[in-house]
């Protein structure tokens, strides 16, 4: 539940906030967050909506929505792939940015003690 966590903490969307939008209680959502409960697939599709699909049904149940782009509307599985390349994308330059940044070493003289001086 990392994901709807997230996006609420993103957003500052409160607790009271969702379950209002949702038509549930506030300990719904508590319990949801806290991991004592999941999402049930009748409010999976509802959350998403909810999140403006920034939470997709995988993140919530992925039991029941196994791939990625599994319940997604159409219009926004582009945007979510996207999405998601662009974060693998960057994920890529950083690795590959700290591979070059331990190939060169820091760059500063390295005093290997007394009997290096010899």
Request: charged content about 30%; overall charge positive.
């Amino acid at each position: 539940m990392k994901t709807l966590r997230a996006y609420m903490a993103r957003n500052r969307v409160t607790q009271r906030q969702l379950a209002g939008h949702l038509k549930v209680t506030q300990g719904l959502i508590y319990q949801w967050l806290s991991g004592h409960r999941q999402v049930s697939a009748e409010k999976v599709l509802a959350v998403c909506e909810a999140t403006d699909w920034q939470v997709t049904p995988h993140e919530l149940r992925p039991d029941i929505y196994p791939n990625q782009t599994d319940g997604i509307p159409l219009e926004r599985a582009a945007d979510f792939l996207d999405r998601r390349s662009a974060k693998r994308r960057a994920a890529e330059r950083r690795e590959q940015e700290r591979r070059d940044h331990e190939r060169r070493g820091s760059g500063f003289p390295v005093d290997h003690g007394p009997e290096s001086a010899a």
